[in-house]
């Protein structure tokens, strides 16, 4: 469900990331269809093989931007008595990256919600298992070879969790929503959960299954698009060439728009790139407006598919494909009364004396103070 960033979601730290299983269970080793197997399993190789699970670290989640107040609201879920949440909402909305970040945020060391025990990498933290487009028999096989076969297994996680909260995080469930096939799944689950009575279970797909088979209430929490400025943020921070002012100003865009269509395509140099120099939000706020939101919406992946069109080649913000036949702005072939309307609408007045010389309010810095969209780290 989404995307980087997101909203994509961001610094390393100790989330134990399995997104890929090392060892399957074998169909031999794996336990009958329905549920944990009972008996304990001997200890020495399953122990070491959970505690290396359990200490990889995971990267951040590259350009996640906002959710801040996702993050808290599922930190404050699981730090009540609610033990299963389920991350929901369309293709794109930024559920995977949602997931990934509040692993890594929370299993940092320290006081966190599912802060590794002083004692060791190996007690409490975080576990994301993506299981997007398996089928029921692969997702439990990962599923036996995160937690165990048996029930003995899950209770040494509990163990060496030394009375902390530890959290599994399954990602992309969606295959196994109206499955028959995945009844041995649920009640994997559900004995896990009641044999380790730390574990919390957070889990994401398009909708959620209210009615899933486990013991503990099933809480759903469906991802928000971003907030404008985020999603600013984002579509700057992805684009593949730094933001001008001709982006933001419809002025200069029917400009630049003009100078590549007698030059067959070519864009001229188009000066000196928007830089931030403190002016952050000022800028974020100014591209908000932008009607190329309009068009794409707050979606994560939405953003990063328009993101990936703004490249060198590309004139002017303004002549964004998106763009081209919408409502938001006329055909960029003709950028005139349509598009500075848009502009109008969109932006604001933002600079009185460049309205009154074009006899229409526009949006836009007249001094050129600008973003530098192209380097991530300047944002």
Known sequence: GGSSSSGGSSSSSGLRLLSSPRTSASSSGAPPPGALRREASGGGAAAARHTLLMSAPAAAVEDFVGRAGALVSLGQLFLGVRRVAWLHGPQGCGKSALAAEFCRYYALPGDRLFSPA??????????????????????????????????????????SAA???????????????????????????????????????????????????????VVAFEVPPLSAEDAALLLARRSHRPLYQRDIDPIAAATAIAAASASGGRVEPPGEPLVLAGRQREFVQQLAGHPLF????GLPGSILEAASRITPQLPSLFAHPVLQGSAASSSTSCVGDGALAAGHRAMGAANSEAAEAVGREVGGDPGGAAVDAGGADML
């Open 294 to 297: 309009a068009a794409i919406g």
């Open 118 to 159: 002083l004692g060791g990498a190996d007690r409490g933290g975080a576990r994301l298992l993506r299981l997007g487009g398996l089928g029921p028999e692969a997702a439990l096989s990962r599923l036996q070879e995160a937690l165990g076969a048996s029930v003995g297994e899950v209770q040494r996680l509990e163990a």
């Open 163 to 217: 009375g902390r909260r530890w959290l599994l995080a399954l990602d992309g469930v969606d295959a196994l929503l109206d499955s028959e096939g995945a009844a041995p799944l649920w009640s994997f689950l559900s004995d896990a959960l009641s044999a380790a009575q730390s574990l919390r279970l957070l889990l994401t797909s398009r909708r959620p299954l209210y009615a899933a088979p486990l013991p503990c209430k």
